[in-house]
């Protein structure tokens, strides 16, 4: 990996476009994510690359490491998630969730994030059977976190993160250092991780 992320940095640094596609309009974003490479993502990111553009098959960057995020534990796919929220990629249809609750119950992280960039979401039994039981023993809290949700409103403190968040869409990045917040609550603006929903 992180040959990888020399390789990619050094080919932008000499004026690679982020934005080459191959002829099913597969980017170097799309790319990434399938391989769950969350340095390479931020580099993109950074230097351009279009958070939301879709390939011939219709797939986002999103939806490309919500399909490997089970199979790349190691890789930490969480990453790459929280860096497309932060830049504004368009997010999962809450209906969807439940589908991929089922396909990345194993990363919790990746989980979190989706959820915490949502004010609410609708939470129903399903959800607890889209878990296999081994997964819920290895993640006790967080799972029993996620579905006490169903019976009970997000706190404040979510609810004001959503707002500030919605109204900074696609400036996030920009405006938060000039906002000049604490650490820890930039970092929590960030959907900072803590295995935990409330």
Known sequence: MER???????????GASVEAADRDQQRPLHQ????????VVELL????ANVNIMSYSG?????????????????RPELVVRALLNRGAIR???????????????????????????????VTDEWAEAVPAEIMQKHPDFYESLFSLGQRPRSLQHLARCALRSY????????????R??????????????????
């Open 4 to 14: 990888y992320h020399r390789v990619c940095q050094q080919l932008v640094q000499s």
């Open 32 to 39: 990434a994510c399938k391989n769950a490479s969350a340095r």
């Open 45 to 48: 990111l950074a230097h351009g």
């Open 59 to 75: 797939n986002t960057a999103m939806h490309n490491i919500l399909q490997v995020a089970a199979y790349k534990l190691g890789h």
């Open 92 to 122: 999962i249809w809450p209906g969807a969730l439940v589908k991929v609750l089922r396909y990345c119950c194993s990363s919790p992280r990746t989980i979190e994030v989706l959820i915490n960039s949502y004010d609410r979401v609708r």
């Open 168 to 179: 900074l869409e696609g400036r996030l990045l920009q405006v938060l250092p000039e906002l």
């Open 181 to 198: 917040l604490p650490s820890s609550l930039h970092q929590f603006l960030l959907l900072s991780f803590e295995d935990i929903l409330y």
